[in-house]
């Protein structure tokens, strides 16, 4: 069974500054994991994906993420946030053929 | 323009009624998905269709019926079974639906109860 826990329902940073958001994993199968953005009243568009290979993934706008197996983690960063970034953030993760498992959300507020 | 398109954007029912939800793809792909999302919850699967004429029921199916008789459309009827309707429902697709997928998520259609 696969399932994901995002750390923090909400995190509040200042434009310019980092952005971290923690997300752990838990997988029977060598897991494939995402990252997704949603802008208010909108769909889902993928940030970035780990599929195995290299494991500090580079995503769109300058995200990142880094896998760790020992950790069983899949955080999110930017280096410095924009004002455009604020967002709600879903990890989702998928092992084997069974459907998608999406975190609850990390709601990302950037202050000017 | 290739995409996921949904309609309508909100929609509004009364008690005891039938609304279908349109999901429509132009990418030719295989599998087409059905999301529910509430405040807090993140995103919960109704009904997953990996192939024309064949769906799965995913987590929260009760309530919930769909039909895949083309490959682009996959159209959501919310029943009047389903007693808290209320949501923000997402379409979603993916060339295939093995371990690689990426989903492509239309806008979204907000159903509101009257």
């Known amino acids: 069974a696969q399932s994901v826990t995002q750390l923090d329902s909400h995190v509040s940073v200042s434009e310019g500054t980092p952005v971290l958001l923690r997300c752990n994993y838990s997988?029977?199968?060598?897991?494939?994991l995402f990252w997704y953005v949603q802008h208010p009243n909108k769909g889902l568009q993928l940030l970035l994906k780990?599929?195995?290979?290299?494991?500090l993934v580079k995503g769109i706008n300058g995200f990142e993420a880094e896998f760790k197996k020992s950790e069983t983690s899949f955080h999110l960063t930017k280096p410095s946030a924009h004002m455009s970034d604020a967002a709600e953030y879903f990890c989702v993760v998928k092992g084997g053929n069974t459907p998608l498992v999406f975190g609850k959300g990390t709601r990302l507020s950037v202050i000017a | 323009d290739g995409g996921i398109t949904q309609s309508p954007k909100y929609l509004f029912r009364k008690e005891g009624q039938n609304v279908t939800l349109s999901c429509e793809q132009n990418?030719?792909?295989?599998?087409m998905y059905w999301y529910r999302q509430d405040p807090g919850q993140g995103l919960r699967l109704i009904y997953y269709s990996q192939i024309v004429n064949d769906f799965q029921k995913g987590d929260i199916a009760e309530g919930y019926s769909v039909s895949r008789e083309k490959k682009e459309s996959f159209p959501l009827t919310v029943t009047s079974a389903q007693k808290n309707p209320t949501a923000f429902y997402l379409c979603?697709?993916?060339?295939?639906?093995?371990?690689?997928?990426?989903?492509?998520f239309g806008p979204g259609t907000r159903l509101l109860v009257l």
């Open positions: 780990y599929t195995s290979a290299a494991t």
């Open positions: 990418l030719n792909h295989d599998a």
């Open positions: 997988s029977s199968y060598s897991p494939s």
């Open positions: 979603a697709s993916s060339p295939l639906a093995g371990v690689l997928e990426t989903q492509y």
